[in-house]
């Protein structure tokens, strides 16, 4: 089992920044991924990090704003997110997987409970 824990979210206006954070404990695991679900729609992969080498992919729809990082010795993954823009928001989740690269969801095992995004004036 992994448990995950996702902190940073909140209210912000368009081209402000957020800053998410995600604590992994539990069993070990190849990637680390964010993704997200605006209201009506699919969840949508915005970015992950291999564990090991810390090789990252981030989604085109948010690349160039959105970085992703991690922290080894704290097992937290963080995902900087500036120029916000009010199509951001969403409930973003982490989610691990044993698959490295993974970038579809189905690839994910473990998920947090999810941290609400909301982009507005």
């Known amino acids: 089992q992994v448990q995950l824990g996702e902190s940073g979210g909140g209210l912000v206006q368009p081209g402000g920044s957020l800053r998410l954070s995600c604590a992994a404990s539990g069993r070990s695991f190849s990637t680390l991924g964010w993704f997200r679900r605006a209201p009506g729609k699919e969840r949508e992969f915005v970015a992950s990090i291999n564990w090991s080498n810390g090789r990252t992919y981030v989604a085109n729809s948010v690349k160039g704003r959105f970085t992703i990082s991690r922290d080894n010795a704290k097992n937290t993954v963080y995902l900087q997110m500036n120029s916000l823009k009010p199509e951001d928001t969403a409930v973003f989740y982490c989610?691990?997987?044993?698959?490295?690269?993974?970038?579809?969801?189905?690839?994910?095992?473990?998920w947090g409970q999810g941290t609400q995004v909301t982009v507005s004036s």
């Open positions: 989610a691990t997987s044993y698959v490295t690269g993974a970038v579809v969801a189905a690839s994910y095992g473990y």
